[in-house]
């Protein structure tokens, strides 16, 4: 089957060399039929030599020994699958008795060196089932996401490239809140920037509550059902939320009252099990630059702030149910922003860290789910803008960049689904107006006397 499949792109790289002009897929073909070839030809020496194999079984030692035929050689992982993908290949390797998906991960770097492919990444599909992804060149270079029209769902979205190649996701329903940390210029406000873009076609209402005077968020004002520029704002924007949430618990008992006669399984628990008439639309809260809403200077703005901290930790812990989800964003996210910040991180099950400057940053997004994790964030390098590490609390990350989506695209997109954008009862105070604003005059800048 493995070989037919070489030989089938082998037709393939044959028929592109016939034509004069040879179009980018054959260049494709022809560089994934290299790599499968290399890969398939040099498949068991190579997993002798990193010490993927496994001595042949007794019997077999022992009929070799009856008929005096020579020792029956060790035996590699046996290739279940393999798959050609634009970025590379991807191998289903089913492991023999005594292997274990540890020493095929241990080895992955080995392994890239013997396939002479640029990035090798294993994991465990089943039990005795691994995959191994390999890419032939640095897909984060230049991401390009490949066509997903069969991948999204409700709340899903594509959202950035891994380095194996495969699309990485944000799943509300299964991690309903994120926090994504990094230094200035590390690339956040464009990964966030592809959350609304990928959010926008979607059933969904927005709001942003962003603290840089609503540059990022503003300009996509028309998908937004509510946004605040200034933490006064924000803190009214939570406390609508968290009535609103009030209001959806108050919806689900009343459905679960009209149930109780139904079997078990269709009592609502949650939004997602209410019919589809009545139930509410999910709200997605996309905070920028978190630290604002943090910090105070007076006693006043103290109050407000333990307002805001409150109604976060609140969301935080009872909005999956109502359909609410946190996207927080922030350059740090730590204890030394005062009181149930640490809650509140608790609470954001899916980490991102893009590039940060210290390790006590990366350890406020990994340091409670992974050491490699930590380590990883701070070796990106300054100039690989947008590369970030995404964990989740199972300990599992992955390297991933998003597309560079510019706020022009962004804003397109927005504009094209302008229509979606729901009416949030009790939000409706803070949907944005749309109308231009009056132009802000330059900021005086006074001119340095010239140095005698
Ligand atoms: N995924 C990406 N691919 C390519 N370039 C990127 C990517 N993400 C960010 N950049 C580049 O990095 C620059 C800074 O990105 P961005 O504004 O998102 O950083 P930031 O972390 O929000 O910074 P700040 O905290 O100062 O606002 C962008 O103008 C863009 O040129």
Request: charged share 20%; net charge positive; proline share 7%.
């Amino acid at each position: 089957m493995t070989w037919l499949l070489v030989a089938l792109m082998l037709v393939v790289a044959a028929a592109g060399l016939l034509r004069w002009r040879r179009p980018a897929w054959y260049w494709l073909t022809f560089g994934v039929t290299l790599a499968a070839l290399r890969v398939l030809v040099r498949y068991g020496s190579v997993m002798d030599a990193c010490g993927l194999t496994v001595p042949a079984p007794r019997w077999r030692l022992a009929l070799a020994r009856m008929a005096d035929r020579p020792v029956p050689s060790p035996r590699a992982p046996r290739i279940l699958r393999v798959r050609p993908t634009r970025t590379g290949l991807v191998l289903r390797l089913k492991l023999r008795p005594g292997q274990d998906a540890f020493d095929v991960s241990a080895s992955a770097d080995r392994l890239r060196h013997s396939f002479g492919m640029y990035g090798v990444t294993s994991r465990e599909l089943r039990s005795g089932v691994v995959e191994l992804r390999m890419t032939g060149y640095d897909v984060l270079r230049r991401v390009q996401m490949p066509s997903l029209a069969a991948d999204t769902g409700p709340m899903r979205v594509p959202v950035a490239l891994r380095e194996d190649g495969s699309v990485h996701y944000r799943d509300y329903r299964a991690v309903p809140h994120a926090l994504t940390l990094g230094a200035t210029e590390s690339g956040k406000s464009v990964y966030q920037r592809n959350l609304v873009a990928g959010l926008a076609p979607l059933n969904v209402a927005l709001v942003g509550i962003d603290c840089k005077q609503g540059v990022e968020l503003f300009p996509l004002a028309r998908r937004f059902s509510a946004l605040a520029d200034n933490p006064d704002t924000a803190a009214d924007i939570l406390d609508a939320l968290v009535a609103h949430m009030e209001d959806v618990y108050r919806l689900i008992r009343s459905h679960q009252a009209i149930s109780v006669s139904v079997p078990d399984a269709e009592i609502a628990a949650d939004i997602w099990d209410l019919p589809e008439d009545i139930r509410p639309v999910p709200v997605v809260v996309l905070v920028d630059e978190v630290a604002e809403l943090a910090l105070f200077a007076n006693k006043e703005q103290e109050k407000r702030r333990d307002r805001i901290i409150t109604a976060l930790v609140r969301l935080a812990q009872l909005g999956r149910a109502a359909g609410i989800y946190l996207e927080i964003c922030g350059q740090r996210f730590g204890s030394e922003l005062g009181k149930g910040i640490t809650m509140l991180r608790a609470q954001l099950t899916g980490r991102t860290a893009h590039r940060v400057n210290d390790e006590t940053s990366a350890n406020m997004a990994f340091g409670d789910i992974s050491p490699d994790a930590v380590l990883a964030a701070i070796t990106i390098p300054a100039e690989a803008r947008g590369v970030a590490i995404a964990g989740d609390s199972t300990g599992g990350w992955h390297r991933i960049r998003a597309p560079h989506t510019s706020l022009r695209q962004a804003l397109n997109l927005c504009n094209k689904h302008a229509d979606r954008t729901p009416h949030l009862p009790g939000l409706d105070a803070f949907r944005p107006a749309l109308n231009t604003p009056a132009p802000v005059p330059a900021p005086a800048v006074e001119s340095a006397p010239a140095a005698a």
